[in-house]
């Protein structure tokens, strides 16, 4: 029987390994080291699995779990095998010695060596390393050199001799390189922009350095992914900058490149949605990559090597893409701050969904190596609750759950493909374990699906086009930058200039005063017209069929805008006296117009006298006082309602609201004064 999946998990106080499908035990030769543990790693073949402690760094045979060797080096903060496992680097806090100078804490050491029994093992070869970030030697994929980084070089070594410097790669400015994977022994470096000039990203074959086989120059990159497919045929260059001068973005701007290794092919790659790229990643067969890209709900879109599109998925909240080890599914999901959705694609059958799994918040997600499980895994710092392990079967079903208390670290041994079995990832549907039935027990699933909110005059309506995101129907989210655009969907709409004032909608009369059409109104506003409109009816009635104003050319009381005659009014006796001098101005003018095209004799209209400043400030100061009354009356209303609905009110608050009457009075004498 082969053997089963394993994977190695690290916690705040233990290390564990444990198998998985179909056995779901801890392995038994496996002591759980216990303390201050930092790391722990597998090499890249499966056979060693290595850890950390304050002691020093211990090694085990991941198949039985039997200790191999130690090395006597404490603090050790990072561990890393050689593709093959030949050679494991371990890396210290940076530190000084007694004469101020640095101390190597980059070190490489022998997996496997044969020592005398009282020998010491010793590191093959030393380097000063201060920062965390691509610490490690890079290795070519037979370990016959590996490389790393100095300034303004990047320095290449035999992987037997690590004392002595084998090549240089000389490249003015360089800051990160990448080794080419398979047997293509090539080495992709990037220089940012500096001074004007673009940055560029070059690919030289080791160790022919004089000429660059591929390159590309772009600007908008302060920094760089660089992403090599599996057989190291051809590159990604992920660029992004640290700011956005569209200002359309807080995280900076990215932008996407494909080389080919041989240089014959380079090009930008071109989405067609607006925004970030999320992720990007190669598919196994070294043929195919998928990206997620665009302003949430994202798109995501597989590409050949020719960065010609092949096929969308469906628009979705999605930032995270990961093809199986066998190329056969892909895994799209949206993990962070987003609600932990995976949505599995079986990219041999038409890119068919599979399922969605609903996984929660896990900070970890990844294939096993035989590609017929999911792990899942929330840890910490992350998330210091709800810490734990969940194994999902491709086909959605849960197969183990386990919960733990700060768990840190969670990773899968590797397995050759040569070792793996040829079987249907899908079928049979391994048997879960009791774990998994007692997890779904604990879920609850919602009866009802509870959607957003919607106000009482809406409901049992469609959403308006402007309130749907992208993928549920509306049009695309465009990014303005503070220019006003006006989208089919609504986005951007300009809105009118005063506060409170509704929409602008087409067909609207945007004229003041202009008569509004009742089917275009809301079945408050006409209730409210309807109210206005018979209030002005009575005040017309009242007063008689002539106004104070009759015979002269001012305009009538009755509003077109369906304000009441009271607003009117108000709104007449405040104007300026240098308004009543221009309306006079204006008449005499038009008088003597008419008269000159009729060319008659008839006695030309008395103009419309002006009005005394006087009366018109007296007017003015009845005005205020109205207005001042009327919010009174208004505040007296608010504190009998309030005391209505049983609140406490202070005996000043009892006292206004007595003078009620009082106040009432007063507005009506001064109101037919004004008339």
């Not at 700060?406 to 050759?416: C, Q």
């Amino acid at each position: 029987m082969a053997s089963p999946l394993q994977f190695a998990y690290r916690t705040q106080k233990a290390i564990g390994v444990f198998d998985a499908d179909p056995v779901y035990e801890a392995l038994p030769g496996f002591t759980q080291p216990e303390g201050n543990l930092r790391c722990c790693v597998y090499s890249g073949c499966g056979r060693y699995f290595a850890y950390a402690t304050n002691e020093g760094v211990v090694i085990v045979d991941a198949s039985v779990g039997h200790v191999l060797t130690s090395l006597p080096i404490p603090a050790v903060y990072d561990l890393s095998f050689s593709p093959h496992g030949t050679y494991l680097s371990t890396w210290e806090r940076p530190a000084k010695d007694e004469n101020g100078d640095a101390t190597k804490n980059l070190k490489i050491w022998r997996t496997i060596e044969e020592l005398a029994d009282d020998a010491e093992k010793q590191p093959i070869g030393k380097f000063v390393q201060k920062s965390a970030n691509g610490w490690n030697l890079q290795y070519t994929e037979d370990e016959c050199f590996c490389a790393r980084i100095v300034t303004n070089e990047v320095q290449f070594y035999n992987s037997n001799d690590l004392g002595t410097v084998w090549n240089k790669l000389r490249v003015e400015g360089v800051s990160d390189f990448a080794l080419a994977p398979g047997k293509n022994q090539n080495v992709a470096v990037f220089v940012p922009e500096r001074k004007g000039h673009p940055a560029s990203v070059k690919v030289f074959n080791v160790p022919q350095f004089t000429n660059p086989i591929s390159q590309k120059t772009f600007f908008k990159a302060d920094k760089v992914q660089l992403k090599w497919n599996q057989l190291g045929t051809a590159l990604i260059v992920l660029a992004q900058t640290e700011v956005d001068k569209s200002n359309k973005s807080y995280y900076g701007e990215t932008n996407m490149y494909l080389l080919s290794a041989n240089g014959s092919f380079d090009a930008r790659v071109t989405l067609d949605k607006e925004g970030p790229i999320h992720d990007v990643s190669w598919s196994p067969n070294s043929k195919e990559f998928g990206v997620i890209y665009g302003y949430m709900p994202a798109k995501t879109t597989i590409f050949n090597h020719r960065a010609v599109a092949t096929h969308s998925f469906p628009l979705g909240p999605r930032n995270t893409i990961i093809f199986s080890p066998t190329g056969r599914f892909a895994l799209v999901a949206g993990f962070g701050n987003l609600a932990g959705q995976i949505d599995v694609y079986d990219l041999e059958k038409d890119y068919r969904k599979i399922t969605t799994i609903e996984s929660g918040n896990p900070s970890v997600c990844t294939w096993s190596p035989d590609s017929r499980f999911i792990l899942t895994a929330t840890t910490s710092p992350r998330l210091r609750v709800d810490n734990g392990i969940k194994l999902w079967h491709v086909g959605g079903g849960i197969m183990y759950n386990e919960d733990m208390v700060e768990l840190y670290n969670v990773i899968w041994r590797p397995v050759p493909a040569a070792s793996l079995a040829n079987v249907d990832p899908l079928h049979p549907v391994p048997t879960p374990h009791p774990s998994a039935l007692a997890y779904l027990g604990t879920v609850k699933t919602p009866s009802k699906p509870v959607g957003a909110y919607r106000p009482p005059g809406a409901r049992g309506s469609s959403t308006p086009l402007h309130f749907k995101r992208e993928d549920e129907g509306g049009a695309a989210h465009s990014v303005s930058n503070g220019v006003p655009q006006v989208g089919p969907n609504g986005f951007g709409r300009p809105r009118r200039q005063i506060p409170g004032a509704e929409f602008a909608e087409p067909g609207r009369p945007s004229v003041p005063g202009a008569v509004v059409d009742d089917e275009n109104l809301s079945k408050t506003a006409l209730k409210n017209k309807k109210k206005r409109n018979k209030k002005a009816k009575e005040g017309q009635a009242g007063e008689g069929a002539t106004t104070p104003n009759e015979g002269g050319l001012a305009p009538p009381r009755e509003s077109v805008d369906g304000r009441s005659p009271d607003r009117n009014h108000q709104r007449h006796h405040s104007r300026s006296q240098s308004r009543s001098n221009n309306l006079a101005v204006r008449t005499q003018n038009n008088h003597r117009s008419r008269s000159n095209v009729r060319q008659s004799n008839a006695p030309a209209q008395q103009a419309t006298p002006v009005v005394d400043a006087a009366a018109a400030a007296a007017q003015s100061a009845n005005a205020k006082k109205i207005r001042s009354l009327q919010k009174k009356i208004r505040a007296i209303e608010d504190l009998e309602m309030r005391h209505a609905g049983g609140e406490k009110l202070e005996d000043t608050q009892l006292k206004k609201i007595a003078t009620k009457g009082s106040v009432i009075k007063e507005l009506e004498a001064l109101e037919r004064e004004g008339h």
